[in-house]
């Protein structure tokens, strides 16, 4: 993916590598991107959580700059590759922890440039935390849906620059992330595809978090599959309807992505059924939809 040249370059935000601001990059990376567990997510489930290879793989953690700030995140891509489709792969509200890691190492054995940013990096590091509610209040609840746009445009820059194709660009996130992919959907041009996992469509406005995905549904840049849980008790089915109702009066104003999106309901699985380290994984919820994701960027032109 990288030439020698830039993965030098690449090598040099690295842990433990000496920059001109290496003190402050150090800092920013000490989050332990893609190793090990968020606290709050405690108890794991060793005996479901899927732990893909590197082998074959190129991996790694770095940090792209956005307006003075270094964001870390978390990368897999294939190895000696170039001119790849990407992936940006957002994270549940626990940050950037093992479960997106193997995430984009997924991605990546399907021939993708996956990049998985900190993309509460501002506010707090969520690794830390061993109370859900606290980490909502102290971080996830302070995060600007502007910021992380500004920070995924700057993922995709990135990945422009190391070997991704810009002409393919997907999102696909989970949870927190699934809301984000809907966003990002509605408002970046580089987008292709995306892919949501059971994120919330509705919820209400603030200065942070000024509009929601069903408000934003007549500016859909990029089609949508909605992959979602019907016993997701945070999720009611009802708000699904709503979005596709949304969805549909756009596709009849003309617009072609909502024509194109779609919603798979897996009746009897709950929230984050994806998430393999947790007591709510469902095995055959999250198998079909990962191979769902992979038709879905293929058919949509990103692999």
């Not at 008790?233 to 109702?245: F, R």
């Not at 994984?281 to 939809?289: I, N």
Request: proline share 5%; net charge neutral; with cysteine.
């Amino acid at each position: 993916m990288l030439t020698q040249d830039q993965s030098r370059d690449f090598d040099a935000l690295l842990p433990g590598k000496s920059t001109a601001d290496g003190a402050s990059r150090r800092t920013a990376l000490k989050v332990a991107l893609g190793v090990g567990y968020a606290a709050s997510t405690m108890p794991i489930m060793a005996q479901t959580a899927i732990k893909t290879s590197s082998e074959g793989l190129h991996t790694g953690e770095g940090i792209y700059d956005v307006e003075g700030f270094s964001v870390p995140f978390f990368y897999a891509a294939p190895e000696s590759k170039k001119n790849l489709p990407v992936v940006l792969v957002i994270q549940e509200i626990f940050g950037v922890h093992e479960y997106i890691a193997d995430t984009c190492r997924r991605f990546a054995k399907a021939g993708y440039l996956a990049i998985a940013p900190e993309l509460y990096a501002r506010q707090g590091e969520p690794s830390s935390y061993g109370e859900m509610a606290k980490l909502m209040a102290e971080v996830v609840s302070k995060v600007p849906d502007a910021q992380v746009m500004g920070d995924l445009d700057a993922a995709v820059k990135w990945a422009g620059e190391n070997g991704g194709n810009l002409k393919k660009v997907a999102v696909t996130g989970f949870c927190w992330g699934g809301r984000i992919t809907w966003l990002y959907a509605e408002q970046s041009k580089n987008v292709k595809a995306a892919v949501a996992w059971y994120g919330r469509l509705v919820g209400a406005a603030s200065s942070l978090t000024p509009k929601h995905p069903l408000e934003l549904a007549g500016e859909l840049k990029a089609p949508v599959l909605g992959l979602y849980g019907g016993q997701d008790g945070g999720i009611p089915l009802s708000t699904i309807n709503e979005m596709k109702e949304a969805l549909a009066v756009a596709a009849a104003k003309g617009n072609a992505a909502a024509k194109a999106s779609e919603f798979v309901v897996y009746k009897d699985a709950p929230h984050a059924f994806h998430a393999d380290y947790r007591p709510s994984y469902r095995k055959d919820a999250a198998e079909d939809g990962f191979a769902r994701a992979l038709d879905w960027l293929k058919a949509k032109g990103v692999a």
